[in-house]
C-alpha cells in the first residue's frame, strides 16, 4: 500500500480502505480460483496495481467517462482503475467465467459500484467507451479488429479516444502499421526494476458509426 501512496499521494480515505482491501481479497479468492501466479500475489501491488495505474499517469480520466476492460482476468487493469475514478464507469469482460467470479468478488467485496462485468467474448458485446484498456490478451492488430465500432465519437479529453494498453519489451514490429501510436515509458513515472521495460501504448482511433 505504501507503494501505491508513493506515486498517488493524494488518495482518499476511502481510496486507500480499497486499496488496502485488495490484498485481502485477491490473497482469498485467490486461494478458492487461482487468477494471479502466486509469486506475483505476494507482490499485488507492484505487478498489478501500480502496473494499472500507470494508466493514469498518462491520462486523469474525466467524471463521467466510459472505459472498457478488455480480457480483464483477474480484474486488471480495471479494478485499481475503478478505485481510483470513481466517477467513471468501466466495463470488465472476459471469456473465462471463473475470472469473472473472483472479479465479481472483489467488486462486492470492495463495495465498488461504478464496475460491471460481462462473461463473453468482447467482440460479441456491444456499447462504446471513451477508452479501452488492457494488458496481456492479444497483439495489436488482433486487438484493433476485435474492439472496431467501440470507440464514441465525442472527445472529452485531450488525449484522443482509443486505445490504452499496457505492454512490454520492444514494440517495433508489433506496432509497425499504427503510425498514431504514442509510447509512454512506464519508467519515466516509477523508478522500480520491474517497470523497466513496461509502456503504456497510446492508439487513437476514429469512431465507425
Ligand atoms: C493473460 S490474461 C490477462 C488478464 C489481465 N488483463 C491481466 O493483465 O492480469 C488474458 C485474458 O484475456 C482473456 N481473453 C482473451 N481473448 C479474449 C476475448 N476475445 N474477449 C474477452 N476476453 C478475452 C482471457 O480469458 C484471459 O483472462
Known amino acids: 500500500m505504501k507503494l501505491i501512496l508513493k506515486y498517488f499521494p493524494d488518495l482518499t480515505e476511502d481510496q486507500i480502505e480499497k486499496f488496502t482491501l485488495l490484498e ?14 502466486r509469486k506475483d ?20 480520466f474525466k467524471d463521467g467517462s466510459q472505459i472498457l476492460d478488455v480480457g480483464t482476468g483477474g480484474g486488471f487493469p480495471g479494478i485499481p482503475l475503478a478505485i481510483l475514478f470513481p466517477e467513471c464507469s468501466f466495463h470488465l469482460v472476459d471469456s473465462i467465467a471463473k475470472k469473472l467470479k473472483v472479479v465479481n468478488e472483489v467488486v462486492e467485496g470492495l463495495g465498488l459500484t461504478n464496475v460491471k462485468t460481462t462473461h463473453s467474448r468482447v467482440e460479441d458485446t ?8 488492457s494488458r496481456a490478451v492479444a497483439a495489436m492488430p ?15 479529453h485531450d488525449l484522443k479516444n482509443g486505445i490504452l494498453y499496457l505492454k512490454g519489451g520492444d514494440l517495433t514490429e508489433e506496432l509497425k502499421d499504427y503510425k498514431t501510436t504514442t509510447i ?21 482511433l476514429k469512431f465507425r458509426g
Open 41 to 60: 500475489i505476494d507482490e499485488l501491488y507492484l505487478r498489478h496495481v501500480l502496473h494499472s495505474l500507470a494508466i493514469a499517469k498518462v491520462i486523469q
Open 142 to 156: 488482433t486487438f484493433v479488429h476485435w474492439i472496431k465500432g467501440k470507440v464514441a465519437k465525442e472527445q472529452k
Open 24 to 37: 485481502a481479497l485477491y490473497q482469498d479468492w485467490n486461494l478458492k480460483i487461482n487468477v494471479v501466479s
Open 184 to 204: 509512454y515509458n512506464i519508467s519515466d513515472y516509477y523508478e522500480e526494476d520491474f517497470y523497466d521495460t513496461k509502456k503504456v501504448v497510446h492508439l487513437p
Open 126 to 133: 456491444k456499447g462504446t467507451y471513451d477508452f479501452i484498456v
